[in-house]
């Protein structure tokens, strides 16, 4: 029954490729030792697959607030240049999603003429904005984040850097799971460009 169940309806994860816009603040505790702080606004994309014989698939579009706080080491590689390696924690906040996909249309039956006697539908597609449901959804999220990326120094107070995070969820996307069914978290791999600009304080 339970080997029947998992064949026809248990479905498979595939990532999909989002966006991400992001504003830090850093603050150097030591020389090549800083604590920094991101407001990240980020979209996370993924497909769900069916198994057969009904197989289909429903794309995701989940758009986040995230929080990460990180403590980072820079290591020099000549005088432009640096590594960067940084670890921490972050939250984050599901805000909203929208939910696309294809449905047979039942009104649209078309029946084989030979002696099999196949029923055809047409599929219709379908956009929708996801509707949460407090007792299943879970919006906010905690995990941990690692991170590295290289640095160049375009003049004294401004860096270019080029840099590779991934957050990995500790909490699922639901609060409670059926049996046999695969908690859902996130892991997200984000690669940024940006400018880091520095600021004295005294």
Same mark, same amino acid.
């Given at each position: ?5 998992n064949?026809?309806f248990i479905?498979?994860v595939?990532?999909g490729?989002g ?10 505790l030591k ?5 920094s702080l991101s ?6 994309k ?13 794309k ?9 706080l990180?403590? +980072? &080491? ?8 640096? *590594?960067?390696?940084?670890? =921490?924690?972050y %939250? !984050?906040?599901?805000?909203?999603g929208?939910?696309?996909?294809v449905?047979?249309?039942i009104?649209?039956?078309d ?18 904005e996801? +509707? &949460?449901?407090m007792m299943r959804?879970?919006?906010?999220? *905690?995990?941990?984040?690692? =991170?590295t990326g %290289? !640095? ?6 401004i ?6 995070d991934?957050l990995?969820?500790l909490?699922g ?12 978290v996130?892991k ?15």
């Open positions: 029954m339970i080997n029947n169940f064949k026809y479905k498979k595939a990532p490729h966006f991400a816009y992001s504003i830090d603040a850093e603050m150097y020389e090549k030792i800083s604590i407001l990240i606004y980020a979209q996370k993924y497909s769900l697959v069916s198994g057969e014989p009904y197989e289909y698939t429903t995701f579009n989940n758009n986040y607030f995230i929080l990460p990180k403590m +980072q &080491f820079d290591i020099p590689l000549g005088n432009k240049y640096y *590594f960067l390696l940084s670890g =921490g924690a %939250i !984050g906040y599901w805000m909203n929208y939910v696309m996909g449905v047979p249309d009104f649209s039956i029946v084989s003429k030979n002696e099999d006697q196949i029923e055809y539908y047409r599929l219709v597609n379908y956009q929708d996801y +509707q &949460f449901n959804d879970k919006r906010s999220e *905690f995990g941990t984040v690692l =991170g %290289i !640095g160049f120094f375009v003049c004294r107070n860096i270019i850097k080029l840099g590779v991934y990995g969820s909490t996307q639901e609060r409670g799971i059926l049996l046999n069914q695969k908690r859902k996130n997200t791999l984000v690669t940024s460009l940006g400018v880091k600009c520095f600021i004295n304080i005294k």
